[in-house]
């Protein structure tokens, strides 16, 4: 889940300590292992069980932590029902549960190099929908980022967009990077009052319920989540590493360096999901993927230097 709070940087004497940087190399190691996993087990877990097991196994995690706070703001929850519904479906069935079936279809290391401009996707809609100011450092490192995502649909060579035959797989996992994007920009309209625990527990329990109806149809007419070790243990660390841990020392990241310093994360992450995909999965690093890393973290890069009226972090 990415967080997405108004403000301006928080200056405080901790921004020395070498925790929170701590916590984004721990976070990012985490998320990094969420693209390996989509990816290695992609025939074994159907995507959809995937992120409906996942929001179940984090909501029960959440509950002792955020039960007290939905409590206390049940009404101004149901007053903004609506609001926590659409971004309910934009990051459980639409976010997460795309990036799941996208890797049926592409590479751990063409997903996270996509999933990488999600901070610029961010910015853009910022400006689209809300119109936020883009600079021009953010304005180019927007469209570096685009070049990057460019380079890696089309396998290095962009001309292959006149023939509309791109990976499906990586044109999925670019569809719910908006997808989620977009949740992130509709968190400005989340009530202060809500904490974050609390805010992320609405969310992964509506979300459930939404997936269910799908979780069931998948179950039927696909192929149910097999019951076995691996994949008791896939779905406990997806749901309580990925989903609360990683979240977690993300958003702890933030209150204590910034968004701009913790955006290191994103760099970090796509390195990360490299490393492990080469020397797990034997996947094969090739010019093109080199390149289009290259230019979505440049661009991503730019994008954060610039003055940003918005504080973004992004974590799948």
Same mark, same amino acid.
Request: net charge positive; hydrophobic share 55%.
């Given at each position: 889940?990415?967080?997405?709070?108004?403000?301006?940087?928080?200056?405080?004497?901790?921004?020395?300590?070498?925790?929170?940087?701590?916590?984004?190399?721990?976070?990012?190691?985490?998320?990094?292992?969420? %693209?390996?996993?989509?990816?290695?087990?992609?025939?074994?877990?159907?995507?959809?069980?995937?992120?409906?097991?996942?929001?179940?196994?984090?909501?029960?995690?959440?509950?002792?932590?955020?039960?007290?706070?939905?409590?206390?703001?049940?009404?101004?929850?149901?007053?903004?029902?609506?609001?926590?519904?659409?971004?309910?479906?934009?990051?459980?069935?639409?976010?997460?549960?795309?990036?799941?079936?996208?890797?049926?279809?592409?590479?751990?290391?063409?997903?996270?190099?996509?999933?990488?401009?999600?901070?610029?996707?961010?910015?853009?809609?910022?400006?689209?929908?809300?119109?936020?100011?883009?600079?021009?450092?953010?304005?180019?490192?927007?469209?570096?980022?685009?070049?990057?995502?460019?380079?890696?649909?089309?396998?290095?060579?962009?001309?292959?967009?006149?023939?509309?035959?791109?990976?499906?797989?990586?044109?999925?996992?670019?569809?719910?990077?908006?997808?989620?994007?977009?949740?992130?920009?509709?968190?400005?309209?989340?009530?202060?009052?809500?904490?974050?625990?609390?805010?992320?527990?609405?969310?992964?329990?509506?979300?459930?319920?939404?997936?269910?109806?799908?979780?069931?149809?998948?179950?039927?007419?696909?192929?149910?989540?097999?019951?076995?070790?691996?994949?008791?243990?896939?779905?406990?660390?997806?749901?309580?590493?990925?989903?609360?841990?990683?979240?977690?020392?993300?958003?702890?990241?933030?209150?204590?360096?910034?968004?701009?310093?913790?955006?290191?994360?994103?760099?970090?992450?796509?390195?990360?999901?490299?490393?492990?995909?080469?020397?797990?999965?034997?996947?094969?690093? %090739?010019?093109? %993927?080199?390149?289009?890393?290259?230019?979505?973290?440049?661009?991503?890069?730019?994008?954060?230097?610039?003055?940003?009226?918005?504080?973004?972090?992004?974590?799948?």
């Amino acid at each position: 889940m990415g967080m997405f709070t108004t403000g301006s940087e928080v200056d405080d004497p901790s921004t020395r300590n070498a925790l929170p940087y701590a916590m984004i190399v721990v976070a990012a190691m985490i998320l990094a292992s969420n %693209h390996i996993i989509a990816r290695y087990l992609n025939g074994v877990i159907p995507p959809i069980g995937l992120v409906f097991w996942r929001m179940v196994i984090g909501s029960i995690i959440l509950l002792p932590f955020a039960t007290r706070g939905v409590l206390a703001h049940r009404q101004l929850i149901r007053t903004h029902w609506k609001l926590f519904l659409v971004m309910a479906c934009l990051f459980v069935p639409l976010g997460n549960g795309l990036i799941y079936a996208g890797y049926n279809f592409t590479t751990a290391l063409n997903g996270g190099v996509v999933s990488t401009a999600q901070p610029a996707l961010t910015v853009l809609l910022s400006w689209l929908l809300f119109r936020d100011l883009i600079n021009l450092k953010q304005g180019t490192g927007i469209f570096i980022a685009a070049l990057g995502v460019v380079f890696i649909i089309t396998r290095g060579v962009p001309i292959n967009l006149l023939t509309l035959q791109p990976n499906i797989g990586d044109l999925l996992i670019l569809l719910a990077t908006v997808f989620v994007a977009l949740h992130n920009v509709l968190l400005r309209r989340v009530p202060k009052q809500i904490s974050t625990f609390s805010f992320m527990l609405v969310i992964q329990l509506v979300g459930a319920a939404i997936t269910l109806p799908l979780y069931v149809a998948e179950s039927i007419f696909l192929r149910p989540v097999p019951v076995n070790l691996v994949t008791i243990a896939t779905l406990l660390w997806v749901g309580i590493a990925i989903t609360t841990v990683a979240v977690g020392l993300t958003n702890t990241a933030v209150r204590l360096i910034g968004a701009n310093k913790a955006s290191l994360g994103n760099y970090i992450r796509s390195l990360f999901t490299a490393f492990l995909a080469i020397v797990l999965l034997g996947e094969e690093l %090739h010019l093109f %993927h080199a390149i289009a890393l290259v230019l979505v973290l440049s661009g991503v890069y730019l994008m954060t230097r610039g003055r940003v009226s918005v504080r973004i972090v992004t974590a799948k």
